[in-house]
């Protein structure tokens, strides 16, 4: 798992977010962010409706979108492009055994950010990877010529795309994690998304998490969750028998 704890991303402060949208002097796309990929978005960050007023360095004020900074992270060794179109992605593609494990229904809201906020950004393509309720990715290792919990959908016209998946495993070393990739013209960005502990202890309690146990890596022990991981946190919630969450990203391109 070594391959998967290598970061390489940044946070950017509220001030260096206002140069990245040109409201703080010179725009600037701070290409440190991610010196190990040739062709990335520059950093991200989450936008919410509501404005907010910032004085820049030549003393004047600025409207800045409320926006968080999300850092680039690290693909991991278990990225593997399938190309596999699809909304739900429980299935094996080539059996159609469903993974098992508790319902997950994740949407993505992609923006494009701007020197006047963040519209919405469609025809990006949303691709996510994550291990199944026992620790295992598909088409890797013991598993390799299987798909399962593999796919891509393309953001609609509101910028969004949606997945049907379970509420992934843990193995060891790494805290629970769901990798996500967004190619937009040529570019890339890829990061992971991470769950609350407690929260996750109360979906392990379940089956069939149960047979593999609590998890044996916190956030609090993750080597990558620590750089930044907790603006890459999913708000979690109960839904129908299983469980929703959305994640709103904005891409500087």
Not at 110 to 134: K, R, S
Not at 221 to 245: C, E, F, K, R
Request: glycine content about 10%.
């Amino acid at each position: 798992m070594d391959n998967d704890d290598k970061l390489i991303g940044q946070i950017l402060s509220r001030r260096e977010a206002l140069r990245i949208l040109g409201l703080g002097g010179a725009a600037t796309l701070l290409a440190s962010c991610a010196p190990n990929i040739t062709e990335t978005f520059a950093p991200t960050i989450s936008s919410t409706t509501a404005p907010i007023t910032e004085a820049v360095a030549n003393g004047t004020s600025a409207v800045l979108p409320m926006c968080i900074v999300r850092p680039e992270m690290t693909e991991g060794p278990y990225f593997v492009d399938e190309m596999l179109q699809r909304s739900d992605i429980r299935a094996d593609a080539s059996t159609g055994i469903v993974s098992e494990g508790a319902p997950l229904e994740l949407t993505f809201n992609v923006t494009q950010v701007g020197a006047n906020g963040c519209t919405v950004l469609p025809n990006a393509q949303v691709d996510i990877w994550h291990c199944d309720a026992y620790g295992v990715y598909s088409d890797v290792e013991n598993a390799v010529g299987k798909t399962f919990l593999r796919g891509y959908q393309v953001t609609d016209a509101n910028g969004m795309a949606k997945f049907t998946s379970i509420y992934p495993g843990w193995y060891s070393g790494r805290a629970v994690h769901i990798h996500f990739k967004i190619r937009y013209d040529h570019q890339e960005f890829i990061s992971q998304l991470f769950f609350d502990d407690a929260f996750t202890d109360k979906v392990y309690a379940q089956e069939p998490y149960v047979q593999k146990g609590i998890q044996d890596t916190l956030n609090s022990q993750d080597a990558i969750y620590s750089h930044g991981g907790q603006s890459l946190l999913l708000n979690v919630a109960p839904s129908g028998g299983g469980y929703s969450a959305s994640f709103n990203i904005g891409m500087q391109i």
